[in-house]
């Protein structure tokens, strides 16, 4: 697609149309206004939260999104799936503060094509942007490097089974019902889960599970 510069002007490439999603305002107008500089970059909306990424997309019908992976409500990866699901056209890109192997699988299955890290350059981010809107994919080399390095999941089965299961206010009881086993096995399970991860509540257990890929 080209756009006219002028009267007896040659074409123009259009500009890639982004929508910019992160919660941290200083993070995403920074980034806004680097991607700016790019004169085949432009930014048409942006989002603090999951929710209010999915408005922009359908509001802007960008090229590509790029996300945050933290957000208040939808994620980057549920947003990113939403995506996929309903707007085939906008390609995603997740960004993460954080090397974790368990979040690159996420946003990969979610229908993620690219994934770069926030300590990248803005430079390294319009390039994989470009890439991304051509059709190819990418991965940030250090998260890929932890990836492969990621060592084996500990839990049993179930004990795995048992960990999907746990939210931020069910008791023992409740998981029990979810998972068809009595309170005391599940308590059972989750103690030697906890343990086998150096962690003090299930919870923690859930996110370091989560963060190495085994959920």
């Not at 993070?27 to 790019?38: C, D, F, H, I, Q």
């Not at 990621?150 to 299961?165: K, N």
Request: with cysteine; proline share 5%; glycine share 10%.
């Amino acid at each position: 697609m080209t756009t006219e510069s002028g009267p007896g002007r040659p074409a123009q490439p259009a500009r890639i149309r982004l929508v910019l999603a992160d919660d941290e305002s200083l993070t995403r107008g920074a980034v806004s206004a680097l991607l700016g500089l790019e004169p085949d970059l432009v930014v048409v909306g942006e989002a603090a939260t999951g929710d209010e990424a999915i408005a922009r997309v359908q509001q802007h019908h960008p090229d590509v999104a790029v996300l945050d992976v933290e957000m208040p409500g939808r994620d980057g990866s549920e947003v990113a799936q939403w995506i996929a699901a309903n707007h085939a056209s906008t390609r995603c890109i997740i960004l993460t503060r954080h090397a974790r192997p368990g979040v690159l699988r996420r946003a990969l299955v979610a229908g993620a094509t690219g994934f770069v890290t926030k300590s990248a350059p803005a430079s390294v981010l319009a390039d994989v942007i470009r890439r991304v809107h051509g059709g190819g994919r990418y991965v940030d080399p250090e998260l890929a490097m932890t990836a492969l390095m990621t060592e084996d999941c500990p839990l049993t089965g179930r004990e795995l089974e048992v960990l999907r299961a746990v939210d931020g206010s069910g008791t023992a009881a409740d998981i029990a019902r979810r998972v068809h086993l009595s309170p005391g096995t599940v308590r059972n399970y989750l103690s030697s889960a906890m343990q086998k991860l150096g962690v003090g509540t299930r919870l923690e257990a859930v996110e370091r599970a989560r963060d190495s890929g085994w959920l």
